[in-house]
């Protein structure tokens, strides 16, 4: 049993040491030369005229979440269409309260006005 613990602590101290190290190498060994052209704000190629640090409204980040929720969860649906022929009554049982849910919280955020562009 001490055996098993031991490869599970040889395999945390490996992965907390491999990190620690690339980290370390990358700060002793990255050139460090700043000047006033390499700390400016870069913005596309083009050369900021105003001050750049802007609120944006909260908006846009709740589109943002919204999107990636859907779109991650959607994914999981994938599996679900490649083998449907090969699926039993529980698995889409499951599938259909996978979108029954993913429903609730699209009409959720469309009543809430999240979608409401203003």
């Known amino acids: 049993m001490l055996s098993q613990w031991l490869y599970i602590g040889i395999f945390l101290g490996v992965s907390l040491f491999l990190p620690a190290v690339a980290i370390l190498l990358a ?3 990255s050139p460090k030369k700043p000047n006033k052209i390499k700390n400016s704000v870069y913005e596309c190629g083009i050369e900021t005229y105003q001050d750049t640090w802007i609120q944006f409204r909260i908006q846009y980040y709740l589109y943002a979440l919204v999107f990636l ?4 969860e959607t994914v999981f649906l994938f599996p679900f269409a490649v083998a449907y022929n090969q699926l039993g009554l529980f698995a889409v049982i499951e599938a259909v309260v996978f979108i029954l849910i993913l429903l609730g919280g699209y009409l959720y955020i469309w009543k809430k006005g999240a979608l409401i562009w203003r």
């Open 27 to 29: 700060r002793i060994l």
């Open 69 to 72: 929720i859907f779109d991650v």
